[in-house]
Nanobody, 121 residues
Framework: VQLQASGGGLVQPGGSLRLSCAAS????????MGWYRQTPGHMRDLVAA???????NYADSVKGRFTISRDNAKNTVYLQMNNLKPEDTAVYYC????????????????WGQGTQVTVSS
């Protein structure tokens, strides 16, 4: 199973970006998907998460600006980021938790490779 993140880049303050993360491989189902971000010297922090049923959870710093969504049929999670601020600058990582694989018992967690988001004028 692989997670491929895309959509990062350079944007001015107040601008928008949309991140995508597609999971591929012998996937039967994915429970939770989410986005984390990390800056140099800091831990990776939760940005937003979404369950297979559509329940969402956001970091306080992004509430009202970011929206997480997913397409279960495509095993893809999205992060719409609006009104971006310089403090949103980070490497953004997606993850897929409690993944059930076809023909394999148990649950597995996977991470994407990260995509850089830079907010600067």
């Amino acid at each position: 199973v692989q997670l491929q993140a895309s959509g990062g880049g350079l944007v001015q303050p107040g601008g928008s970006l949309r991140l995508s993360c597609a999971a591929s491989g012998s996937i039967f189902s994915i429970d939770d998907m989410g986005w984390y971000r990390q800056t140099p010297g800091h831990m990776r922090d939760l940005v937003a998460a979404i369950t297979s049923g559509g329940s969402t959870n956001y970091a306080d710093s992004v509430k009202g600006r970011f929206t997480i969504s997913r397409d279960n049929a495509k095993n893809t999670v999205y992060l719409q980021m609006n009104n971006l601020k310089p403090e949103d600058t980070a490497v953004y990582y997606c993850n897929a938790l409690k993944v059930r694989r076809v023909g394999v018992s148990g649950f597995y967690d996977y991470w994407g490779q990260g995509t850089q988001v830079t907010v600067s004028s």
